[in-house]
């Protein structure tokens, strides 16, 4: 569970919180994510070093360009932490992460599942 934890210190950060958004909506190159955001280019390269050692985000190297993404597992981890403090025995706290098919970090509070009970992560974080 040591990536639960770096998942959940990483996402005490604004920057990084955004920076997740900014990847749920597909995978982007550092300067293309560095121009979306308030700090400069190797504040952004700090920020993803962090969030790649918490398993959130992965890159593949395209040419001279790392291109960041999402890490769907890392999120995994993370709610399988947060279920680990059960309401009642055995109980998940009623909140779970997923990444949905079009690349978007999401959170569910409750155990139904429709279009309704479905936030951004931003929603959840409070970024």
């Not at 992965?58 to 960041?68: A, S």
Request: aromatic share 4%; proline share 7%; glycine share 10%.
């Amino acid at each position: 569970m040591a990536h639960a934890e770096k998942a959940l210190d990483a996402l005490g950060n604004p920057t990084r919180r955004q920076i997740l958004q900014i990847l749920a909506r597909g995978p982007r190159p550092v300067g293309a994510i560095a121009a979306e955001l308030p700090v400069s280019r190797p504040a952004v390269s700090k920020h993803l070093r962090i969030l790649r050692a918490a398993a959130l985000v992965v890159h593949e190297p395209q040419g001279t360009q790392n291109v960041f993404r999402l890490r769907r597992e890392g999120f995994d981890d993370t709610q399988a932490w947060l279920g680990g403090f059960g309401l009642d025995e055995g109980a998940p706290l009623p909140i779970h992460l997923f990444v949905d098919p079009a690349g978007k970090v999401r959170c569910a509070r409750t155990a139904a599942i429709g279009d309704d009970d479905y936030e951004s992560v931003e929603a959840l974080v409070g970024g």
